[in-house]
């Protein structure tokens, strides 16, 4: 049995606003392994880039990581650490060096003031001791690496000379700058056209399959899920409501909300002008979050008298979880 | 002209200039819509694809008279007469606007978030004439019936709704007036997953009730697929393919197309092993190539596509492609499940 590189047991990251507390991220569990992808899919609200942040320890305020483990085995061996228990000097140093990260919106995630080069040498020192001459090759080299035309001069410009697509580069570029074995991306492809988004997609495989990198992939889209990961989670406010291998999910899948979530993706393999499979309701505001299973008000398959009262517990082992009374724990 | 045309866009050109310098004087332009000729025939609906920058924005803005075309003609036919809209002076389109309506992208700064609901469906109605609060109020319940939203939520205001609900909104205040032609502008990209399907199904329903015209604008192929009877593809501000939606996916005639539809990720695992990834980036429409304004990224290109410009011709009945190669390429598409 290989053994994750990651390893994340009952993650709770809950927002103390004034209103009252959001469970942003409430219990997730997840298992993250060398040379694969993990995609985590879910709707607006559902925590998958807070789990995410939680992972980095990058929680906004009022955002507080309230409980959980997050082991991680580092590059020189030993046994695993447990991130959330580092000091933030030693988590700078896992943060950007061992566990790479890339945001969706690349023109916000740059300075405007600095060139591309700049910020990739800085990277690379904060970690790594070299001198400004060398760090201004290894920034050339990472532009390079992820398909950047023109490397050398691309390197002195500014990140608004750049496209979206080669800014998107650019900051694989720059979470790869320390050779990370783990890439968080969020939404990486979101922004971008689906020309543009082909690309980059195939990037990040090519670099995984080089490196053996382990993804953790953010995503709202099915469709980059079933072309990317190996393993996915997807989440519903808060909570992974089913975990498994891509194949197993696409082709069975047993949560009722992935089963609806499935049937509701339009897809340029229908037939025109046929009406979806839509599933009721919208979303509820995480202050309001329903009693019982978050999903039940939506739910078609709803057990009454049991969905509504109590919590369904998880069922399964970590990478083949899920969440739901139809798959055991009626009291 | 047929009966059955309802809008009819013949050469529509929108440059927008580039100034520069103390003077403003103007250094050269951007052809965000450069020569773009289609129909719509009422009650179908014609979807306006392409990327970010392609000009379906421009060109949608265009025929709702948000801009004035630089050159070219937009005839509508409404009540008997024909119009061109791009002709029109501002006093002479206040009586054409009740016919068409807009869809917003976003249903989060579309609304005004100081009016309640029934404020915001009724305006147009106020505006057109209808003075009688108790008549307009009918109307507004109206409305909201039709686009599924309770009548309780009367009184609320906008922010009180989720993504879904205040695009409901957004289509009914469009229906106010009994307008003949819908432009959605990406009606559903801003939408979570699980409610897209609910508005297209709106959509849709609304359309067979009442006879609707849509121009639906759009960058994603698989929302298109479920909502069209044709489909135009467009690139840096022209209009590489245009046909029925079935043909166009199942047998595109532009490479163009052809890398569109294999981009499109698909939710089935797998699949995209044997996907087409274009090359370099989308061409400037401050300085478009040179031919045909796909060439530097096509896999098929030759002399002819970078030296003239490929004009829209009909290769079969009904499908139109602006490629020098549409007759001997066998394209790839997607079949139907």
């Known amino acids: 049995m290989v053994e994750p590189i990651l390893s994340v047991r009952g993650l709770t990251t809950h927002f103390f606003g004034v209103e009252g507390v959001t469970r942003a991220v409430d219990g997730v569990d997840l298992d993250v392994f060398e040379g694969r992808t993990l995609g985590i899919v879910g709707e607006s609200g559902c925590g998958k880039s807070v789990t995410a942040r939680s992972i980095l320890r990058i929680v906004d305020r009022p955002g507080r990581i309230v409980s959980g483990q997050t082991m991680f085995r580092r590059a020189e061996g030993g046994p695993a650490i447990d991130l959330l228990q580092l000091s933030e000097a030693e988590m700078r140093q896992v943060r950007g060096r061992e566990i790479g990260l890339v945001f969706q919106e690349p023109m916000a995630s740059f300075s405007q003031h600095y060139t591309i080069g700049n910020q990739i040498s800085e990277a690379v020192r904060l970690h790594m001791k070299l001198d400004k001459r060398a760090a201004h090759d290894r920034a050339i080299e990472l532009l390079d690496m992820v398909g950047v035309p023109q490397p050398s001069r691309r390197v002195d410009e500014y990140p608004f000379q750049l496209s979206g697509g080669l800014r998107q580069r650019v900051m694989i570029a720059m979470a790869l700058a320390c050779d990370p074995r783990v890439v968080i991306a969020d939404e990486p492809t979101t922004a971008l056209d689906v020309t543009t988004q082909a690309q980059i997609l195939d990037l990040l495989r090519d670099l995984q399959e080089k490196r053996g990198l382990a993804i953790i992939l953010i995503t709202h889209d099915m469709g980059v899920i079933a072309e990317m990961a190996h393993d996915v989670a997807v989440m519903y406010l808060g909570r992974a409501v089913e975990t498994g291998t891509v194949k197993d999910m696409f082709a069975a899948p047993r949560h009722p909300y992935t089963r609806a979530l499935l049937r509701s993706i339009p897809t340029v393999l229908a037939k025109p002008r046929t009406r979806l499979p839509t599933i009721a309701g919208s979303i509820p505001h995480p202050f309001d979050r329903p009693k019982g299973c978050p999903y039940h008000p939506r739910c078609a398959e709803i057990i009454t008298g049991t969905c509504e009262a109590q919590e369904p517990p998880v069922t399964g082992a970590v990478g083949a979880q899920v969440r739901c009374f139809l798959h055991g724990g009626r009291a | ?337």
Do not use: W
């Not at chain 2, 008549?135 to 939520?153: G, H």
């Not at chain 2, 002819?304 to 790839?332: K, N, Q, S, W």
């Open chain 2, 1 to 337: 002209m047929p009966d059955s045309i309802i809008l009819d866009v013949q050469d529509l050109k929108m440059h927008f200039p580039i100034r520069r310098g103390l003077l403003r004087r103007v250094v050269g332009a951007v052809r965000a819509a450069d020569g773009v000729s289609f129909s719509i025939r009422r009650g179908e609906t014609l979807a306006l694809v392409g990327e970010s920058g392609c000009g379906k924005t421009t060109v949608s803005r265009c025929i709702l008279r948000a801009y004035t075309p630089t050159a070219g003609a937009i005839n509508f036919h409404i009540g008997g007469r024909t119009v061109d809209l791009a002709k029109l002076e501002r006093g002479e389109l206040r009586p054409l606007r009740r016919h068409m309506q807009m869809v917003f992208q976003d249903p989060y700064s579309s609304l005004n978030p100081r009016m309640v609901v029934g404020e915001i469906i009724g305006e147009p109605l106020r505006i057109n004439g209808m003075t009688d609060p108790a008549e307009r109020r009918k109307r507004v319940t109206e409305l909201m019936e039709l686009v599924q939203l309770p009548a309780a939520y009367y009184n609320r205001f906008p922010h009180a709704f989720s993504g879904g609900q205040r695009q409901r909104i957004g289509i009914a205040r469009a229906l106010a007036l009994n307008p003949d032609l819908i432009v959605a502008d990406e009606p559903v990209s801003a939408l979570d997953v699980s409610v897209q399907a609910q508005i297209l199904n709106l959509m849709l329903d609304l359309q067979d009730r009442l006879g609707l015209t849509y121009l639906f604008v759009a960058h994603d192929l698989s929302v298109v697929k479920h909502v069209s009877d044709r489909v135009a593809v467009m690139y840096v501000g022209r209009i590489v393919e245009l046909a029925e939606t079935e043909a166009l996916f199942a047998r595109p005639r532009h490479p163009y197309t052809e890398a569109l539809l294999s981009a499109a990720p698909v939710p089935t695992p797998g699949m995209a092993s044997t996907r087409i990834v274009l090359e370099r980036e989308i061409a400037d429409p401050a300085n478009p190539p040179p031919g045909c304004a796909f060439h530097p990224r096509c896999r098929y290109a030759t002399e002819a596509c970078r030296v003239d410009t490929p004009v829209p011709r009909e290769v079969t009945p009904g499908h139109m492609v602006a490629c020098h190669h549409a007759d001997t390429l066998e394209l790839r598409g997607v079949g139907t499940e």
